[in-house]
């Protein structure tokens, strides 16, 4: 049973206007791809890491699920709420922060569209490869999290190839960083892929 305290400590931190309760936002977010859809309890739309870490501690306090969620084009559940909770809406996250044309490197939110990295880094005569057939509608937090790959992947490899860093936030709410901008910089466990 969802804690209705839960849903009143995410409009004290996010704002009312960006938590959704009502039944037909709910069932906008109640599906993806396939073909099942289950309803989740509350939609938390955020636009910054420490909103989404104070969305996780407030699902930890309360101990309901988080289900994060980029496009919703996923072809295997991914983003369908089975036991409710909230679904973390990370597509109004979607700036493109830094395109180093020195270090090869692009700095995203996650919520950007895969397609939108594409057109920004050929622009200055650059190549991102992996190309997941839904890149119009996928963003690149969807792609790292289900290490998208396409076509052109059969010759440059998939998403986790690419990937040299993350922001995470863990489930306390956490901030934490992995890797940087170079493609070898630990000495122990890579963090970025075991993410
Ligand atoms: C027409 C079509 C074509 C497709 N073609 C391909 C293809 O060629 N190759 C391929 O690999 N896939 C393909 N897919 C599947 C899908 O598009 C990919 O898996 C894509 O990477 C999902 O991205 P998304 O932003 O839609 O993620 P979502 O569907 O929103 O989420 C996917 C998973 O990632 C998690 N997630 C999303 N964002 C984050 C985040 N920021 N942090 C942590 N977890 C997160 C979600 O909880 C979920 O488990 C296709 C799908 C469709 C509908």
Do not use: W
Request: hydrophobic share 40%; proline share 5%; charged share 20%.
């Amino acid at each position: 049973m969802f804690a209705p305290q839960a849903v009143k400590e995410l409009e004290k931190k996010l704002g009312t206007e960006k938590i959704l309760t009502s039944k037909e936002d709910l069932v906008c977010y109640s599906y993806d791809a396939t073909s099942y859809s289950h309803l989740p309890d509350v939609i938390a739309i955020v636009n910054n890491a420490k909103e989404v870490s104070e969305v996780m501690k407030i699902a930890s306090k309360y101990k309901v699920p988080v289900i994060p969620r980029g496009g919703g084009t996923n072809l295997c559940g991914g983003t369908i709420p089975v036991k409710g909770g909230i679904i973390l809406d990370l597509a109004k996250m979607d700036k493109i922060l830094e395109i180093d044309t020195e270090n090869l490197a692009a700095v995203c939110q996650p919520g950007v569209i895969t397609a939108e990295l594409h057109k920004a880094v050929e622009k200055v005569g650059l190549f991102y490869p992996p190309d997941p057939q839904s890149m119009a509608m996928s963003t690149i937090g969807g792609n790292v999290a289900s290490n998208a790959g396409g076509p052109r992947c059969f010759k440059y490899g998939v998403t986790r190839d690419y990937l040299l860093g993350l922001e995470v936030v863990l489930a306390n709410g956490k901030v934490i960083r992995t890797g940087g901008k170079t493609i070898k910089n630990v000495s122990g466990y890579d963090l970025s892929l075991m993410f």
